[in-house]
């Protein structure tokens, strides 16, 4: 086994890369006055495969018109307000039971309340994402963000699956500085700034987190999206800053921890990071980023059992996430569990077909681990297949050199044993076939053997004495000699002539 020395690849799911990922936080429970005060909507990046684009349409703004603010919401009557939080603990309720479909239909109820509730919008999104309903998903967004401006979790959540149905980042900019002209709002400002982090645009980023900070200093997605921008301009000591004041604001919120994860990382604190990662991911257990995350540093470090429990975790809160079962996938395979490895890599094959690192570790997943049923030559030669399709898809990586070069030995050694073990059988069941025929020669002579008749025997002769007048016959000859003659047959013998 090459486990100790081939690493299997592995990835961490950063914020501010092209493959932006939807939110997968779990139900928000309102505070008992406004939820603007909540904590924020844990955020994770979900790499999911393109589907049909939906969205509302672009409406024109007359050229140098100002935003205009938000209409002012009906105020619920005391009851009305009470149903409509009920509804939300209803959905809360379900979604903890597993009753995903029922959650978001509870959850939208309490969004078309009325009531003073945006997270019942965000969560009914959620929820329609991870039953595959993006459409339903995108209009709970939009709706919330029409009449909560300033609900930046909802924005967030919006953007990221317009890009990830294939929407182009020029076309989502400009929708979005579109809906900025009509209503100007802190939520609409972090998601153009997650937009322009996509891009690359890491200056144009900075400047709208600041407008969303100055319009809400304490709007902590803003923080997260401004730390983004200055990691990715490597100025990594005001990206901890910035983290570090939102910690301070709200040291529960997942995203925070995560983000300062990458950050000590980048500064090479990798023991800080590693308990940064694991901080994020004991305060939720449904925010996938830092369960995935965690997981991938756990597995790195060779705790694949503890991997495999937090990427599982991953996995479940963010199903469409290729890059979170390749990890899942490593865990696996260092456990040894080749059937559920090979799993985990074909899930994130099928949802990300470009993920090449996935055809590069179901190779090493063949060669190093054994499996039950499959023989080891094939096993091995269909290691090398997988090598031959991740360098036929521009794959390159010099430890494939090596590798080929240790399997044609192994190949050799497994083919020449195969031979000896042919070469063994054929001998043994020739030894074998001979054996029979001349076991069944053997019994076929026993049975002619006993199916010959026996010779009869001559029946015993007379036993007691002579007849009267009847002469005894001469006696045997003993021995070859011959029979003294026979004395007198009666009478006397006569002395002299006759008288």
Same mark, same amino acid.
């Given at each position: ?27 928000? /429970? ?93 969560? @009914? ?14 209009? $709970? ?20 699956? #317009? ?70 301009? +490597?100025?990594?000591?005001?990206? /901890? ?8 604001? *709200? ?40 369960? @995935? ?6 597995? *790195? ?41 090979? $799993? ?41 297949? #997988? ?17 080929? +070069? ?24 020739? %030894?074998?076939?001979? +054996? ?5 020669? /053997?019994? %076929? ?5 006993? @199916? ?22 001469? @006696? ?22 006759? +008288?």
């Amino acid at each position: 086994m090459r486990m100790a020395v081939w690493k299997a690849r592995a990835a961490l799911l950063a914020i501010p890369v092209a493959t932006l990922l939807s939110s997968c936080a779990g139900a928000q /429970r309102p505070p008992p006055e406004a939820e603007e005060a909540a904590s924020p909507a844990a955020t994770t990046e979900e790499r999911a495969g393109p589907s049909a684009a939906t969205g509302t349409a672009d409406l024109a703004t007359p050229a140098g018109a100002a935003p205009s603010p938000p209409p002012p919401r009906p105020k619920l009557t005391p009851e009305a307000e009470r149903r409509a939080r009920a509804q939300f603990e209803h959905a809360v309720t379900l979604q903890g039971r597993g009753d995903l479909e029922g959650a978001a239909a509870a959850f939208d109820a309490a969004r078309r309340s009325g009531a003073d509730l945006p997270w019942a919008g965000f969560n @009914a999104g959620l929820l329609q994402e991870r039953l595959g309903s993006p459409a339903r998903a995108v209009t $709970a967004y939009e709706e919330t963000l029409e009449s909560f401006p300033g609900f930046a979790p909802a924005a967030q959540n919006l953007v990221r699956l #317009w890009l990830r149905q294939g929407r182009p980042l020029d076309q989502v900019e400009r929708e979005l500085r579109e809906r900025l002209g009509r209503a100007d709002g802190v939520a609409l400002r972090v998601g153009l700034a997650e937009v322009l982090l996509t891009a690359g645009k890491n200056d144009a980023a900075e400047e709208e987190c600041k407008k969303a900070l100055k319009a809400d200093e304490k709007c902590i997605p803003a923080m997260i999206a401004l730390a983004n921008a200055y990691a990715g301009k +490597k100025r990594f000591e005001l990206a /901890r800053m910035v983290l570090e004041n939102a910690r301070l604001l *709200d040291g529960r919120d997942p995203a925070v921890w995560n983000r300062l994860g990458f950050v000590e990382m980048a500064l090479g604190n990798r023991p800080q990071a590693i308990e940064n990662f694991k901080t994020a991911a004991s305060l939720r257990p449904d925010y996938p980023e830092a369960h @995935a995350n965690y997981g991938a540093i756990l597995a *790195d470090a060779d705790d694949f059992t503890g991997a495999a429990q937090e990427l599982e975790l991953a996995v479940k809160y963010a199903p469409g996430s290729a890059g979170t079962w390749l990890n899942l996938g490593n865990a696996y395979r260092g456990l040894q569990a080749f059937e559920k490895s090979e $799993a985990a890599y074909r899930k994130a094959l099928e949802l990300d077909p470009k993920l090449n690192d996935a055809r590069f570790n179901l190779a090493v997943l063949y060669l190093d681990v054994a499996r039950d049923g499959l023989p080891t030559l094939q096993r091995l030669e269909q290691g090398l297949a #997988w090598f031959d399709q991740f360098e036929k898809e521009g794959g390159k990586e010099p430890r494939v050199a090596a590798y080929r +070069k240790d399997t044609a030995r192994e190949i050799d050694r497994e083919r020449k044993r195969l031979a000896r073990e042919e070469k063994d059988r054929l001998r043994k069941e020739a %030894e074998a076939r001979k +054996k029979a025929e001349e076991d069944a020669r /053997r019994l %076929e002579e026993e049975r002619a053997a006993a @199916a010959l008749p026996h010779a009869a025997a001559p029946p015993p002769a007379l036993q007691g004495p002579p007849q009267q007048g009847v002469t005894p016959g001469p @006696a045997p000859v003993q021995n070859g000699a011959v029979p003294p003659p026979p004395g007198p047959t009666g009478g006397k013998l006569q002395e002299g002539g006759d +008288k």
